[in-house]
DNA sequence: AATACGTGGCC
DNA sequence: TGGCCAAGTAT
């Protein structure tokens, strides 16, 4: 039976990762978030950080979102701290700190969508739910040579239902684990180890060939082109940053002042921007430097950014409105996306 | 249903 | 080296 070779490779190479080897359904509920759409040797060490900062849910609950964000930094995907937080808080209240143990209640949570209600309700409580992500489509659509497209309602609900068949009554709990491990380290992406493969003999795909063309997806992202230019407004230790705000990227972190553009323009042009007035009309400033044009490449869209770094003095800083003064000493207190992040510790590397 | 949401690693 | 991919979810 599939499920049994699978969990018999499972307990022979399994992984000892910080998340296993436990049922507590917070360290689990924190190292799925941590791996929606990320890597194993990526989230590991936030993970631990995470969990020594905040070693309950309610240590969570009570901490300031600006400080969840912090920790975060660099993960990406940052909905995903702010919703772990504001669903922390409903745990603390609702739930009197004590996580829910059923998938119902867990699906209803923010930031918990099927895979990781599933993933939870398994691995914590041992409910008989079949977890299918990236892995368990991948393994799937391999052994049994499905070619429907794994990103379409359609798609998904044929592979939840194979998923839950092919699980039958095995254990819950090592099952999942085993055949999401079994994707990431043995049915992998690219160049897949068919050779040492345990089931390989009952692999469709493997005897068709078709190995490497599986699983299928329809959908191609495009990306779009945005134009940002930081303002790097500084005196000695001291510059200025903001709060991003709305439904954009980078949610509640900060940055420096942004002037953003649909396309490239000139340092003549962004004298006349409202914002560049805003910021400096009747004030003395001196450019200091450009750093043009450093693109950051994200899932959907390229950021061209440019910073402009501007010295001003104590005084003229200090009426600046919107926006608030730091110092470097402060880093630490204030979550920034990678491009702010990369500046600052290129800035102020040899400042303690 | 289609799209937005980060970042880093890989070939 | 640019495009694809990695333990998805929200809207």
Request: charged share 20%; hydrophobic share 35%; with cysteine.
């Amino acid at each position: 039976m599939l499920s049994n070779q699978i969990i018999d490779w499972y307990l022979q190479y399994k992984r000892d990762l910080p998340w296993r080897n436990t049922s507590d359904p917070y360290k689990i509920w924190i190292s799925e978030i941590m791996l929606q759409q990320t890597r194993v040797a990526t989230a590991t060490d936030y993970f631990n950080r995470f969990l020594n900062q905040f070693p309950t849910v309610s240590d969570l609950a009570m901490a300031d979102e600006r400080e969840v964000l912090k920790l975060w930094q660099g993960l990406g995907y940052y909905s995903r701290a702010r919703n772990l937080h504001a669903t922390a808080k409903i745990i603390h209240t609702d739930y009197n700190g004590v996580f829910p143990n059923t998938y119902k209640d867990i699906l209803k949570l923010k930031g918990i969508g099927t895979y990781t209600a599933a993933a939870i309700s398994s691995f914590a409580f041992n409910l008989p739910y079949a977890a299918l992500d990236g892995n368990v489509f991948r393994v799937l659509s391999r052994v049994y040579s499905i070619d429907k497209p794994i990103d379409t309602g359609e798609g998904k609900k044929f592979f939840q239902e194979l998923a839950t068949e092919t699980m039958g009554n095995a254990r819950p709990e090592i099952y999942n684990q085993a055949i999401i491990e079994f994707g990431a380290l043995q049915c992998t992406p690219r160049t897949p180890n068919c050779v040492t493969c345990p089931i390989q003999a009952n692999c469709l795909a493997f005897g068709n060939g078709q190995v490497d063309q599986l699983p299928l997806k329809s959908k191609q992202i495009k990306t779009k082109n945005r134009y940002f230019y930081y303002l790097f407004l500084s005196c000695e230790n001291r510059f200025i940053i903001e709060k991003r705000e709305g439904k954009d990227i980078w949610k509640n972190m900060y940055q420096y002042p942004l002037i953003e553009s649909d396309k490239a323009i000139s340092t003549k042009k962004l004298l006349q921007t409202s914002k560049w007035k805003e910021l400096f009309e009747n004030k003395e400033l001196v450019i200091q430097s450009i750093c043009e044009n450093v693109v950051h490449k994200l899932s959907h869209q390229n950021l061209h950014t440019t910073i402009i770094h501007i010295n001003t003095d104590i005084d003229q800083l200090k009426e600046i409105k919107p926006y608030q003064i730091i110092d470097s000493s402060e880093i630490e207190n204030y979550p920034f996306p990678k491009p702010i992040e990369n500046h600052i510790n290129a800035t102020f590397e040899n400042i303690p």
